[in-house]
Structures are given as structure tokens and as C-alpha cells.
């Protein structure tokens, strides 16, 4: 039997694993029918939808009991890779939708672990189930809207959006400026400042309806590439969102994140796999048709010559190492029972998200070298390829300030040992 795509990166999949990875490789040919036309256009292509919700995917990582396929993180990260060789921008906005799950699951867990008090559990609960209900049962794809253009030296992620409190529910208003589907989601899960808080205590969670009076969006994206994302970002003006489409107790949030595994909400592994999947789908385009092609004079395959072997093998070298660092970082963050703390996954993340990103580019780059001229064609995998991966050097955050938080916590925790054994 054929290996799976996903079984390039994860090696030992369960039979459970297989099986939903199965339903991934089953829908990569659509993607790819349509990727071309898709980043030509700078249009989602809403077919690929159909294909996601007729698979179960859209609750991969959603319980059974709530419809969903029951995966973890595991499964997500096998998804994305596979999904980002057919196409990128698919990946990422699958990528987004399943992030979503985690305003259900660590929501969840926290009530495990007796985080809220008797008062709150019912409209945690209740919030809870919605999420998750909707994507397994309902099948149901979210936009999930966090980011926004307002930068903040100190936080990765400044919200500026505000909740205001009014009869029967809020009234939001800001600029979201970066979350996959716009127009294209069912609903959109928007993250927003509670009016009269100024820190992560009064960060909410609201369902906020596309359709919805004031909703709005933003300028056509148009970027160099993942064009196919829909990646605009919406605006939000007196927008009304009732109580029950709305997780608005203070300090919900913070609550919920120390339950996450790793950073933030602790599946960032997964949006990085995308594009190490990019990176494997544009290094297997290049060599199967570097030996496809001759050499005229002597029919040798063009991947024989000196310099197409050195381009190759510094491929393979650098797709192996960026495969290398998110298979340890997967590990990190799926391993059960936990071996190693919040903090040490976390500035493990810090440095391999740059790893990943950094090495994948150099493939893509490596691969247009190979090319030569033909690999410049816009609609070719190559330069698409390229073009996407530029993406993975800036989301989130690149690698020099990775680097930097890494080594801040590596020297903050020596500094804390080596003064905390003389107090």
C-alpha cells in the first residue's frame, strides 16, 4: 500500500491516526485542482469546503461525543502538513478553523481542573459546547480573528477590539486585521477587549455572525502569497452579539491558557506544518522533474549534472533539519504523561517556529535555482511555492525574535538558579 503523505512526517500513527489521515489524503486531489486558479484569483476556493465537511474534517480534533473525528494535536499536524503540499492556503485556513476548537477544549479542561467557580461553570460549559457542537455535529467552518494591526513592544498579540456591556449581550467595535475565511466562514470567533479592562484578564470570546449588522471587511487581500486565504481581516461597528454566542467572564481566558500545552493555545505547531508540508511537496515537485528532464547531448537526467546535485542535496539537508526540530517540537507537546515544563516547551516553540520557517524558505529557494527559468512561471509550483513560503518568515513572528525570547529565557532561568542557590 502507497504511504500516506502525512507518514513523511509522522512516522508511528496509530491505527485510530491512520485512519483520519486517510480521510485528509482523500481530498488532497481537489485541493490541487484548484490551487492554481485559487492563487491566481486571490480567492479561497469555496469548493475545497464541500470536500472538508463531506471527510468529517472540519471536527478532526473534535470530541466524538460532539460529532467530531476525536484526533489531537498529532492528528492536526499530519493534516496541515499533507494539506500544504496540495495547497498552502487551504492548509492555513484549515489550520485557523481548528484552532478555533481550542476556545471548547481548554475550556473544558479547566473545569477539570477546577478552575471556575460553581457560578461560571454552566456558561463556561455552555460555551464550551457550542464551539465544539458546531464544528463536529454541524460541520460548521470558523474564521477565527485575534490579530490586529495595533503592535505592542511588549505582547506578540495587542487587542484593541472592545466589548461594550448593554442589555442581552455586547456591542464590539474594532479592526481585525489578519484571520483566514473572511466572507468565507459560517461564523466568525472574535477576540476582544472587555470595556474597563486593560490586560489579558479581560480578553472575551464572541460568535460573531458574517452577516451580522456592522460587520464589515477589509481591503481585498492581496499578498505575495498564501493568496488564496482570504486573509483581509474584518471591521466591527456597534456590533451586537447576545450573551449566549458570547464567554465574556473576566479572566475566562488567562484560565483557560494554563491548561494549554505549549504557546498561546498550544496547536502552533500545527499552523508551522503547513508550511514545512509546502516545503516537502516543492522539493518533490523539483526532483521529479529535474530526472524527468535530459540532457539533449548525452540523455542523462538533468539531475545528474554537478551543480542540480549540489542544489538537491542541500534540499534534502535542510528539509531533514526542519522536519527534525517540529517532529522533537510535536513531541514536546503531545507527549503523555508531560515530560518537561510549560516553559521549556514554550521557548522550544520560540526557536523551532524560526527553524521550520527559515529552512523551508531555503528550499523553495534552492528549488527556483534548480529550475532556472522555467520555475519562474507564476502558476508554477515553484514560484507559488516560494511565494507561500515567504509567509511562514513573518507569521506569528520570525526567527531573530524567536531567537531572542528564547535566549532571554534561557539566561533569565540561569540567572534565577545561579542567585536562588546563594539566597
Same mark, same amino acid.
Given at each position: 500500500?502507497?504511504?500516506?503523505?502525512?507518514?513523511?512526517?509522522?512516522?508511528?500513527?496509530?491505527?485510530?491516526?491512520?485512519?483520519?489521515?486517510?480521510?485528509?489524503?482523500?481530498?488532497?486531489?481537489?485541493?490541487?485542482?484548484?490551487?492554481?486558479?485559487?492563487?491566481?484569483?486571490?480567492?479561497?476556493?469555496?469548493?475545497?469546503?464541500?470536500?472538508?465537511?463531506?471527510?468529517?474534517?472540519?471536527?478532526?480534533?473534535?470530541?466524538?461525543?460532539?460529532?467530531?473525528?476525536?484526533?489531537?494535536?498529532?492528528?492536526?499536524?499530519?493534516?496541515?502538513?499533507?494539506?500544504?503540499?496540495?495547497?498552502?492556503?487551504?492548509?492555513?485556513? /484549515?489550520?485557523?478553523?481548528?484552532?478555533?476548537?481550542?476556545?471548547?477544549?481548554?475550556?473544558?479542561?479547566?473545569?477539570?481542573?477546577?478552575? /471556575?467557580?460553581?457560578?461560571?461553570?454552566?456558561?463556561?460549559?455552555?460555551?464550551?459546547?457550542?464551539?465544539?457542537?458546531?464544528?463536529?455535529?454541524?460541520?460548521?467552518?470558523?474564521?477565527?480573528?485575534?490579530?490586529?494591526?495595533?503592535?505592542?513592544?511588549?505582547?506578540?498579540?495587542?487587542?484593541?477590539?472592545?466589548?461594550?456591556?448593554?442589555?442581552?449581550?455586547?456591542?464590539?467595535?474594532?479592526?481585525?486585521?489578519?484571520?483566514?475565511?473572511?466572507?468565507?466562514?459560517?461564523?466568525?470567533?472574535?477576540?476582544?477587549?472587555?470595556?474597563?479592562?486593560?490586560?489579558?484578564?479581560?480578553?472575551?470570546?464572541?460568535?460573531?455572525?458574517?452577516?451580522?449588522?456592522?460587520?464589515?471587511?477589509?481591503?481585498?487581500?492581496?499578498?505575495?502569497?498564501?493568496?488564496?486565504?482570504?486573509?483581509?481581516?474584518?471591521?466591527?461597528?456597534?456590533? /451586537?452579539?447576545?450573551?449566549?454566542?458570547?464567554?465574556?467572564?473576566?479572566?475566562?481566558?488567562?484560565?483557560?491558557?494554563?491548561?494549554?500545552?505549549?504557546?498561546?493555545?498550544?496547536?502552533?505547531?500545527?499552523?508551522?506544518?503547513?508550511?514545512?508540508?509546502?516545503?516537502?511537496?516543492?522539493?518533490?515537485?523539483?526532483?521529479?522533474?529535474?530526472?524527468?528532464?535530459? /540532457?539533449?547531448?548525452?540523455?542523462?537526467?538533468?539531475?545528474?549534472?554537478?551543480?542540480?546535485?549540489?542544489?538537491?542535496?542541500?534540499?534534502?539537508?535542510?528539509?531533514?533539519?526542519?522536519?527534525?526540530?517540529?517532529?522533537?517540537?510535536?513531541?514536546?507537546?503531545?507527549?503523555?504523561?508531560?515530560?518537561?515544563?510549560?516553559?521549556?516547551?514554550?521557548?522550544?516553540?520560540?526557536?523551532?517556529?524560526?527553524?521550520?520557517?527559515?529552512?523551508?524558505?531555503?528550499?523553495?529557494?534552492?528549488?527556483?535555482?534548480?529550475?532556472?527559468?522555467?520555475?519562474?512561471?507564476?502558476?508554477?509550483?515553484?514560484?507559488?511555492?516560494?511565494?507561500?513560503?515567504?509567509?511562514?518568515?513573518?507569521?506569528?513572528?520570525?526567527?531573530?525574535?524567536?531567537?531572542?525570547?528564547?535566549?532571554?529565557?534561557?539566561?533569565?532561568?540561569?540567572?534565577?538558579?545561579?542567585?536562588?542557590?546563594?539566597?
Amino acid at each position: 500500500m502507497r504511504p500516506l503523505t502525512a507518514e513523511a512526517f509522522i512516522e508511528d500513527f496509530t491505527p485510530a491516526e491512520k485512519e483520519r489521515a486517510a480521510r485528509v489524503e482523500a481530498i488532497l486531489p481537489g485541493l490541487r485542482e484548484r490551487v492554481v486558479e485559487a492563487d491566481k484569483k486571490g480567492q479561497f476556493a469555496i469548493d475545497n469546503l464541500d470536500l472538508f465537511r463531506e471527510a468529517g474534517l472540519t471536527g478532526l480534533v473534535v470530541p466524538e461525543e460532539f460529532g467530531g473525528l476525536g484526533g489531537g494535536l498529532r492528528d492536526l499536524v499530519a493534516a496541515t502538513f499533507a494539506l500544504g503540499t496540495a495547497c498552502p492556503s487551504t492548509a492555513l485556513c /484549515f489550520f485557523f478553523h481548528c484552532s478555533s476548537s481550542s476556545r471548547g477544549l481548554l475550556a473544558l479542561e479547566a473545569l477539570e481542573q477546577g478552575l /471556575f467557580s460553581t457560578e461560571e461553570k454552566a456558561e463556561v460549559r455552555a460555551f464550551a459546547h457550542k464551539v465544539l457542537h458546531r464544528m463536529g455535529h454541524e460541520r460548521k467552518w470558523f474564521g477565527n480573528f485575534a490579530s490586529e494591526s495595533v503592535k505592542s513592544e511588549k505582547a506578540l498579540i495587542t487587542i484593541s477590539t472592545k466589548a461594550r456591556r448593554v442589555s442581552g449581550g455586547y456591542l464590539l467595535d474594532g479592526v481585525k486585521s489578519f484571520g483566514c475565511s473572511t466572507g468565507v466562514a459560517d461564523y466568525y470567533l472574535v477576540t476582544a477587549q472587555l470595556e474597563g479592562h486593560s490586560d489579558a484578564r479581560g480578553l472575551a470570546t464572541f460568535f460573531v455572525d458574517p452577516q451580522a449588522a456592522g460587520v464589515g471587511q477589509r481591503t481585498q487581500w492581496d499578498a505575495i502569497g498564501m493568496r488564496a486565504t482570504a486573509t483581509h481581516g474584518i471591521t466591527l461597528d456597534q456590533v /451586537f452579539v447576545a450573551d449566549s454566542e458570547s464567554l465574556a467572564l473576566p479572566a475566562a481566558f488567562t484560565r483557560m491558557m494554563q491548561v494549554s500545552r505549549g504557546s498561546f493555545v498550544g496547536n502552533q505547531v500545527a499552523g508551522t506544518a503547513v508550511y514545512l508540508g509546502a516545503a516537502h511537496g516543492v522539493y518533490h515537485n523539483t526532483l521529479d522533474t529535474l530526472l524527468s528532464r535530459k /540532457f539533449e547531448d548525452t540523455g542523462r537526467s538533468i539531475a545528474d549534472s554537478p551543480l542540480h546535485r549540489e542544489l538537491i542535496g542541500k534540499m534534502a539537508m535542510n528539509l531533514e533539519t526542519a522536519t527534525l526540530w517540529l517532529r522533537r517540537q510535536l513531541q514536546l507537546e503531545s507527549e503523555d504523561p508531560p515530560r518537561h515544563s510549560k516553559a521549556e516547551v514554550v521557548k522550544n516553540w520560540r526557536l523551532c517556529k524560526g527553524v521550520v520557517a527559515d529552512m523551508a524558505f531555503a528550499v523553495a529557494v534552492d528549488a527556483l535555482k534548480a529550475m532556472g527559468t522555467s520555475g519562474t512561471h507564476n502558476s508554477g509550483a515553484t514560484a507559488r511555492g516560494l511565494r507561500d513560503l515567504t509567509m511562514g518568515l513573518v507569521q506569528a513572528f520570525p526567527s531573530e525574535r524567536g531567537r531572542l525570547e528564547a535566549a532571554e529565557m534561557i539566561v533569565s532561568n540561569k540567572q534565577a538558579t545561579l542567585f536562588g542557590s546563594n539566597a
